[in-house]
């Protein structure tokens, strides 16, 4: 099945510090979303992007299909962007399930 | 855009004892439903999904089961908790037409003792 790999595993920032995340993936994929895992477990939907670049505030993210990576950039981070941030990947054939990367795990301190 | 309920939010469990933890949908019809589990300190795997009333897969072999008795409500059970049961479980659910972004509920803290 599809591989989904993230890195870095962990990171820790200064608060007002700028960050990449990177996410690559095995296979082509017609499903791409970013998540933040907050304290309490809730899984908030941060980006679904497939291909090409969104943004969103302070977070912006761009998948290249075609190199298989996707990138979620987190600027000017705050103490509340702790947490853990999955990627998650759809392979574009058969049934859509998302397969999950093992999370980047985040502290942004004061 | 969907919402999705799970109860209950928490649940302390003696071995051997039966589950039954439910998750509902509202904002779509004829969505798909999913159920992860979580263990701690890692990433989520899939255990079961439906594209309808009825209609359950099994990613895994394991103690436990799905069913699916309405449209939007997605029922994960056993019949004997193990301690390797413990974990966090996530209901997640698409739109009917199977593409397209997956949102979760806030999932219910298992522990088996």
């Known amino acids: 099945g599809i591989q989904v790999e993230q890195s870095p595993p962990d990171l820790i920032l200064q608060e007002g510090a700028n960050s990449t995340l990177r996410c690559n993936f095995s296979?082509?994929?017609?499903?791409l979303q970013w998540f933040h895992q907050n304290p309490w477990g809730q899984l908030i939907n941060l980006f679904y992007?497939?291909?090409g670049t969104k943004q969103n505030g302070r977070l912006s993210a761009t998948t290249v299909a075609t190199e298989r990576y996707s990138l979620l950039y987190i600027s000017s981070s705050q103490t509340t962007d702790s947490g853990v941030y999955f990627c998650?990947?759809?392979?574009?054939?058969?049934?859509?399930?998302?397969?999950f990367g093992t999370g980047t795990r985040l502290l942004v301190s004061p | 855009s969907q919402t999705i309920h799970q109860w209950p939010a928490t649940l302390v469990q003696p071995v051997g004892s039966p589950l039954s933890l439910e998750c509902t949908v509202e904002?779509?019809?004829?969505?798909?439903l999913y159920w992860y589990r979580q263990a701690a300190g890692r990433g989520l795997q899939l255990l079961f999904y439906s594209v309808g009333i009825g209609q359950i897969s099994s990613e895994v072999p394991q103690n436990l089961s799905a069913s699916r008795p309405q449209d939007r409500q997605f029922i994960l059970s056993s019949k004997k908790l193990l301690l390797s049961d413990s974990g966090f479980y996530l209901c997640?659910?698409?739109?009917?037409?199977?593409?397209?972004?997956?949102?979760f509920g806030p999932g219910t803290r298992l522990t088996v003792l």
């Open positions: 992007i497939p291909s």
């Open positions: 904002g779509t019809s004829n969505p798909n």
């Open positions: 296979d082509s994929v017609n499903n």
């Open positions: 997640a659910s698409t739109s009917g037409t199977g593409v397209g972004e997956q949102f």
């Open positions: 998650a990947v759809a392979s574009n054939t058969g049934f859509q399930k998302l397969v």
